[in-house]
């Protein structure tokens, strides 16, 4: 009888870590889905890491990335320059030497700069997996399945800065096995970046390729 009692008193409290990590986990969310709409526009740092399973390539890149509301980014990597004002997206290869040039379309399911910074709370089931430095810093590691069975996303996981609410590194698994890794190493946020770093001028000698 005592070990029946024991038993059952084991798995109440394993139950109640289990709730008591997943209302901690939604708790972290809800903090950083907050801090992200305080943020109108970010500058940041970035490394990231490509996997495909299938073919076990990996490709490796480092850039950075302005971000404006609403759906204003600009990305750039070595070679390549993703610009978008909301309306327009400009798309440039060195390799190419050609600019495409089409219209921005809004897709809530598409991985998306804003897409990923948000980090809706609804959106997903959060577990918490532990914690671990990145770049010196002490994060929250969460894990993150979207409740939406028609997801790009399989799996993400989400290291938070609990001192500042903001993602450090985010891990995606999507629905062709692709994981991709971008790590956080610098962030500057609200300094009134201006609607120009937004607006793409295409350099003297680029064909431009219109789409739209």
Known sequence: MKRVGGLLLAVVVVLFAEVCSAQTAQNILERVKKKYDSIKDAELKFSQHVRFEVSKLEQNVSG??????????????EGRT?????????SY???????????????????????ILAVAP????????????????ETRVLKLVPKDENSLVRTMKAWVDESTWLIRKVEIVDVNDKTTMYVVSDM?????????RFA??????VEAVDLR
């Open 64 to 77: 950075t990335l302005v971000i404006k509301k609403e759906n204003k980014y600009r990305v750039e990597t």
């Open 82 to 90: 993703i610009v978008t004002d909301g309306v327009t997206v400009w």
């Open 93 to 115: 290869s060195q390799g190419t030497n050609q600019v495409l040039i089409d219209r921005y379309k809004g897709d809530e399911r598409a991985m998306t700069p804003e897409n």
């Open 122 to 137: 609804k959106d997903y089931y959060a577990s918490i997996l532990g914690k671990e430095k990145v770049g010196g810093v």
């Open 188 to 196: 500057k946020i609200n300094t009134g970046v201006p609607d120009s």
């Open 200 to 205: 793409y001028q295409i350099p003297d000698g």
